[in-house]
């Protein structure tokens, strides 16, 4: 199994820009999150999916972030406009089913001047 | 609201040690609790996931234990080495709300010097 995977690994862009971050879940996991982690914050969740269906955005920080997962092995969360904030790390996690643990893929670092 | 609290916050300690890394939850209804560990610009890879009707879990040198009453877990880490440099993060589950959304605690970030 390959694991959780994401792209790209690392993203520098300009404010202001649109930034496009994406992951493929493990096959047969049906859960998928996206995390947030900074020095200050630590681990946010920003938002999760089951069966491809948005569950819970209470996370994501502003309007200005949104997350799409058009089918099980794939989902994209996307900034825009992008600001110096957003700088952190983004990671994606999936899980199979409720109570099983997650495994996490390996982060984008988005830095954003 | 669930916090988790791991202490101590950092670690440094020389090669060989036996150590015990900290873990303390507010509510103690939980489903499952997983340890992690995460590199340096890494992503996170679980260590060992307890469910809730379980005292411990063990691989090769790692051993989590987890009691509820108490709202604690610990990891032991056994003959440590500089490989174990990392941070080491837990992540707690409630047994209610249906979706065992876990709560993370901040890390213990160790250092195992040769």
Not at chain 1, 29 to 51: A, C, P, S, V
Request: aromatic share 10%; with cysteine; hydrophobic share 30%.
């Amino acid at each position: 199994d390959a694991g959780v995977i994401q792209s790209p690994r690392h993203e520098v862009t300009e404010m202001g820009q649109e930034v496009t971050l994406r992951c493929k879940p493990i096959s047969g996991h049906d859960y998928l999150f996206w995390y947030r982690q900074t020095m200050m914050r630590g681990l946010e969740l920003l938002i999760y999916f089951n069966n491809n269906v948005p569950i819970d955005d209470s996370g994501m920080p502003e309007d200005r972030f949104s997350a799409k997962m058009p089918n099980a092995s794939f989902s994209t969360l996307k900034i825009q406009p992008s600001e110096p904030r957003d700088s952190a790390v983004y990671f994606c996690a999936s899980r199979r089913g409720q109570g099983y643990g997650y495994t996490f893929g390996s982060g984008t670092r988005l830095t954003v001047v | 609201k669930q916090e988790v609290t791991q202490i101590p916050a950092a670690l440094s300690v020389p090669e060989g040690e036996n150590l015990v890394l900290n873990c303390s939850f507010t509510d103690s209804a939980i489903y499952n609790l997983q340890w992690f560990r995460q590199d340096p610009g890494k992503g996170l890879t679980s260590l060992l996931l307890i469910q809730s009707s379980q005292r411990e879990q063990t691989s090769g040198r790692l051993n989590a234990s987890l009691d509820k009453s108490s709202g604690r877990s610990t990891l032991y880490i056994a003959a440590s080495q500089p490989g174990d440099s990392a941070t080491y993060l837990c992540a707690v589950s409630p047994a209610s709300g249906g979706s065992y959304i876990p709560t993370f605690g901040r890390g213990t970030s160790l250092i195992v010097h040769p």
